[in-house]
């Protein structure tokens, strides 16, 4: 009954109020709206038949006659009214405000009205003893020359109005008391049945539960809310009910501590002797510490030094306890005494501090490194001190300037690396280009003289020279690269041709995969200022890559477009590779050609590597479907190249792919932007 008398009233007195102040507003906001949109469109209508009316006396009086000659008005204004239920008078009256002609009685005298406000430029709202409150509409009638000599006057009564106010204020009324009691029936419904009856049966539960009764079942309840506390009802139960089985359990240990507490003198004598051997224990390893332990007082003074202190700075213990710290460090000719003291001092609040602790040592005049953590701690009598712990880092500060020494080795060897690279690849150059001559002799003149099986051993070899000449070709261009050497021949250039001609160098391995090749090549692309031949190489680079990593019956698509890009085209071969671009809020036009494969994709940890000499990914030999050999593994400079190349043209080349995977060939797209020329662009 309580539940019935806090919660469940408060919910539906809540409610009521609520739903009263809602219908309150609601009511009010319609009634004021509806007032409003009628009267403005009775207005509207005594706009239309006023100015409907002006109309035809403004024709009569263009003819010259005089507003007052004209005939039948009185039974114009009388047919207005009559036609129209709400509209109380209509008036046509000269310039000084006589009524000429009217409608029929009652209708406001000009002596009688009194002026209260203005609604609009056009209407006004006058008060007359009879009528009551009126909205009066009026328009100037003017006469052939212009002048204004008379006006037409529509009005109606304002209790019109109220009447119909009052009318769709008790309609609205009804309507939403009739929703009213509907909502409210709800509302009680629910607060009934999901709230109040609910928690009772939980009020139930628990009073159970209080009484001692822990095994009872929980009611299980919709709300999740009540659930929540259903729940936490059966995890209490069932606490209270481990926790009394606990009680009883303690109750019988407490004898048995009643009597282990007689036996509890003797162990805390053992205890106080534990410490005792604990405290020594403790020096002991502070003693054996391989790190250097110092320890100062309030008066930062030295007051404990272990052995390891004792070796690492050279100092008998004697001569290092008690002195100041600042001495301390004078006496080692640490440098920069005075910053290791100031972050001695900043520790003092208990702020940790780790600095570099640089010395000479005495004994054997050994340059020594050591990093120093001064940290406060709390000694007997809550005296606050400061302990400095400092590490030999002497071996690895050597061992880093060993790697430095090997780092610089390795570019040393890394240079010498690549100054092999350039002069294996111009001694490889002469030989192979003589080997070339003779095959290409053996192949043309004198075929006739070779017989089968050797024409196809030097068809072999002709492949294999082949191949030796494009990594040679390779190691040359890599190596101009890196010397900066590279040479262009600049000219202007359709980037189309210049891929339909890279196509065709490959097109016979395209044919040997059985693979499908697609164009997409945009038309009226400007032209690019170009090295032709080395374009066509890079293009071919991409386009030989994915031939090899796209399977037997794969789809390779080369697609060119004119792009936009916020940066400053660089010159022809001017900046290079290190040549930086300015960032502009300007675009400019590049030609972007896009490579993509069906392939078996680049992992996103080798997409920016693969363009490093040397790098290669992916398995050439395993991933084709019909197992067609097509060159093999190649020596990893065609990236490079290609990289290389569109730099120095003031371009980019980039690469896109969902990941590696050899199994569903999520493939990749290369990408190459050179600059539009300018001339083009213009």
């Known amino acids: 009954m309580t539940m019935k008398t806090s919660l469940e009233r408060r919910i539906l007195i809540f409610s009521l109020l609520a739903l009263a102040l809602t219908i309150m507003v609601n009511t009010g906001f319609n009634v004021a709206s509806f007032h409003n949109s009628y009267r403005d469109g009775i207005l509207r209508r005594c706009d239309?038949?006023?100015?409907?009316?002006?109309?035809?006396?403004?024709?009569?009086?263009?003819?010259?006659?005089?507003?007052?000659?004209?005939?039948?008005?009185?039974?114009?204004?009388?047919?207005?009214?009559?036609?129209?239920?709400?509209?109380?008078?209509?008036?046509?009256e000269t310039g000084q405000g006589q009524i000429l002609y009217h409608s029929a009685p009652p209708y406001p005298e000009n002596t009688s009205v009194s002026y209260i406000g203005r609604l609009s430029d056009n209407t006004i709202i006058l008060s007359d003893p009879l009528l009551g409150?009126?909205?009066?509409?009026?328009?100037?009638?003017?006469?052939?020359?212009?002048?204004?000599?008379?006006?037409?006057?529509?009005?109606?009564?304002?209790?019109?109005?109220?009447?119909?106010?009052?009318?769709?204020?008790?309609?609205?009324?009804?309507?939403?008391?009739?929703?009213?009691?509907?909502?409210?029936?709800?509302?009680?419904?629910?607060?009934?049945?999901?709230?109040?009856?609910?928690?009772?049966?939980?009020?139930?539960?628990?009073?159970?539960?209080?009484?001692?009764?822990?095994?009872?079942?929980?009611?299980?309840?919709?709300?999740?809310?009540?659930?929540?506390?259903?729940?936490?009802?059966?995890?209490?139960?069932?606490?209270?009910?481990?926790?009394?089985q606990r009680i009883n359990e303690n109750f019988q240990e407490l004898e048995m501590t009643n009597r282990e507490l007689q036996l509890s003198y003797e162990s805390l004598e053992r205890i106080s002797s534990e410490l005792g051997r604990n405290r020594e224990m403790y020096r002991s390893l502070l003693e054996d510490a391989s790190d250097a332990?110092?320890?100062?007082?309030?008066?930062?003074?030295?007051?404990?030094?272990?052995?390891?202190?004792?070796?690492?700075?050279?100092?008998?213990?004697?001569?290092?306890?008690?002195?100041?710290?600042?001495?301390?460090?004078?006496?080692?000719?640490?440098?920069?005494?005075?910053?290791?003291?100031?972050?001695?001092?900043?520790?003092?609040?208990?702020?940790?501090?780790?600095?570099?602790?640089?010395?000479?040592?005495?004994?054997?005049q050994r340059p020594l490194l050591g990093w120093a953590t001064c940290s406060a701690i709390v000694g007997r009598g809550d005296k606050r001190l400061v302990q400095i712990i400092v590490r030999d880092a002497t071996h690895e500060e050597e061992i880093r300037q060993n790697l430095e020494k090997t780092a610089a080795e390795m570019a040393r060897l890394n240079q010498m690396k690549n100054s092999f690279l350039g002069l294996a690849s111009h001694e490889l150059k002469t030989p192979l280009t003589i080997i070339m001559g003779y095959i290409e002799l053996l192949t043309t003149e004198m075929a006739d003289q070779l017989s089968g099986t050797t024409t196809e051993m030097v068809k072999h070899i002709a492949k294999a020279g082949e191949r030796l000449s494009e990594i040679v070709r390779d190691m040359v261009d890599v190596s101009m690269l890196d010397e900066k050497s590279f040479q262009l021949v600049s000219q202007l250039a359709d980037v189309n041709s210049l891929v339909h001609a890279a196509i065709d160098k490959v097109q016979p391995f395209i044919n040997q995969r059985r693979q499908i090749l697609n164009h997409q090549l945009a038309s009226d692309l400007p032209l690019v200022r170009c090295d032709m031949e080395r374009i066509i190489q890079a293009v071919g680079n991409?386009?030989?890559?994915?031939?090899?990593?796209?399977?037997?019956?794969?789809?390779?698509?080369?697609?060119?477009?004119?792009?936009?890009?916020?940066?400053?085209p660089e010159k022809f071969a001017q900046n290079g590779v290190d040549g930086a671009c300015q960032l502009s809020s300007e675009t400019f036009p590049y030609i972007e050609i896009a490579i993509a494969d069906s392939g078996i994709g680049i992992a996103g940890a080798d997409q920016d590597a693969i363009f490093d000499k040397f790098y290669e990914v992916g398995e050439v030999e395993a991933h084709s479907t019909g197992k067609v050999a097509f060159k093999g593994r190649g020596a990893g400079l065609g990236l490079t190249v290609v990289k290389g190349v569109v730099a120095l043209h003031g371009g980019a080349v980039w690469v896109e792919s969902p990941g590696h995977d050899p199994q569903s060939f999520p493939g990749s797209t290369f990408y190459i932007l050179l600059p539009v020329a300018k001339s083009s662009a213009d």
Do not use: W
């Open 133 to 244: 409150k009126l909205y009066d509409y009026s328009t100037p009638l003017y006469d052939y020359n212009d002048q204004v000599v008379g006006r037409v006057r529509i009005g109606f009564q304002k209790s019109i109005l109220e009447d119909l106010t009052v009318d769709h204020f008790f309609s609205s009324l009804a309507i939403l008391g009739a929703a009213f009691i509907l909502v409210f029936s709800l509302i009680v419904l629910f607060a009934r049945y999901n709230l109040v009856l609910p928690i009772q049966r939980l009020c139930q539960a628990a009073k159970e539960i209080a009484s001692g009764r822990f095994e009872i079942q929980i009611p299980q309840l919709k709300a999740r809310e009540l659930q929540v506390l259903s729940d936490s009802l059966g995890e209490m139960a069932t606490s209270l009910h481990e926790r009394d």
């Open 542 to 568: 991409i386009l030989g890559n994915a031939i090899k990593f796209t399977p037997d019956k794969g789809r390779i698509t080369v697609k060119t477009q004119l792009v936009t890009r916020p940066r400053l």
């Open 293 to 364: 332990i110092l320890v100062c007082d309030e008066s930062d003074n030295l007051i404990l030094v272990n052995k390891a202190a004792e070796q690492f700075f050279g100092l008998p213990k004697e001569r290092i306890s008690g002195s100041n710290y600042f001495s301390f460090l004078e006496l080692l000719n640490c440098r920069d005494v005075n910053g290791l003291f100031a972050k001695y001092q900043q520790a003092q609040p208990g702020k940790s501090q780790r600095s570099e602790f640089r010395f000479v040592r005495t004994l054997d």
């Open 48 to 92: 239309t038949l006023a100015n409907g009316f002006r109309r035809q006396i403004e024709n009569v009086l263009s003819l010259g006659l005089p507003l007052s000659g004209i005939e039948g008005l009185s039974e114009r204004c009388q047919e207005l009214a009559a036609n129209d239920p709400e509209i109380s008078y209509c008036l046509v």
